[in-house]
């Protein structure tokens, strides 16, 4: 039986890092599936897992009073979904919406989180690959925001 460990090395965002903290993640991963139209995670969600997806595509939501749902950036394959679970208060910022069937691997944060615990060099490993996500993120929001107020 083939486990996740390969699949997991080679994701853009955990590629390089050291075996032996792969090993210890494929012990809070698991494959998932999500249908069109289903969402993934919710604003306001206690963020206790984030997603690498491998085929499909998820969509970026925040709510605009004034403009309601607003889609401020899609992520397809070897992209991830979610950095709240790194951040107390572990909260889900938007809407995480499958614009198609998406198949992705869950990675249980709550497990990660007390390895990280555990082992200080993983988690300092795991906030290098991160905050770039985090920082794209906000600029891509904050690209869209300015689009759609510019009126």
Known sequence: MET??????EHPVFKGLDP???????GCASNVRFNQGEFITRD??????????????????????TKG???YLTLREGE???????VSPYRVHGDVRAIQITR????DAKCLREKCTKDP???LELYKRFVPIIVDRVEAMTMQLLDVYSD
């Open 44 to 65: 306001g969600d206690q963020a206790d897992e984030f997603y690498l997806i491998r085929a499909g595509s998820v969509a970026l939501d925040v709510y605009s009073p």
């Open 69 to 71: 749902e607003i889609t």
């Open 80 to 86: 991830v979904v979610g950095w709240s679970w790194l």
């Open 121 to 123: 060099q993983l988690e």
């Open 20 to 26: 032996q903290y792969i090993k210890l993640m494929v």
């Open 4 to 9: 996740l460990e390969p699949i997991l090395a």
């Open 104 to 107: 992705a691997i869950r990675i």
